[in-house]
């Protein structure tokens, strides 16, 4: 199983763009499709972005398509989330997840791994 540690978190105006990271251990990263989720303060994990495990499919929420893109590196044990135009509103903790299936990555209730999450704040 992979274990998994998120980067790239922080302050960022309203506007503006902001990438994070997921570094993954294990050498089983390409076998896994690959995940990013958000939690803000009060409100239930919600999904934002998924990608399959060759990088050929990739989904997201209505709330970020055309602002954010997922992308992965299985060379490099790395997946990461572009992140455009920022809105007060995208304003959370966001967590990468892990599962073998893209129906499971995509679901806070299904995914396998989670990583500890990195915090994005977004000042208006």
């Known amino acids: 199983q992979v274990q998994l540690v998120e980067s790239g978190g922080g302050l960022v105006q309203a506007g503006g763009s902001l990438t994070l990271s997921c570094a993954a251990s294990?050498?089983?990263?390409?076998?896994?499709?690959m995940g990013w989720f958000r939690q803000a303060p009060g409100k239930e994990r919600e999904f934002v972005a998924a990608?399959?495990?060759?990088?050929?499919?990739?989904y997201y929420a209505d709330s970020v398509k055309g602002r954010f893109t997922i992308s992965r590196d299985n060379a490099k044990n790395t997946v990461d989330l572009q992140m455009n135009r920022l809105k007060p509103e995208d304003a959370a903790v966001y967590y990468c997840?892990?599962?073998?299936?893209?129906?499971?990555?995509?679901?806070?209730?299904?995914?396998?791994?989670w990583g500890q999450g990195t915090q994005v704040t977004v000042s208006s």
């Open positions: 294990g050498r089983t990263f390409s076998s896994y499709c």
């Open positions: 997840a892990a599962d073998r299936s893209i129906s499971g990555v995509s679901s806070a209730r299904r995914a396998d791994v």
């Open positions: 990608i399959s495990w060759s990088g050929g499919s990739t």
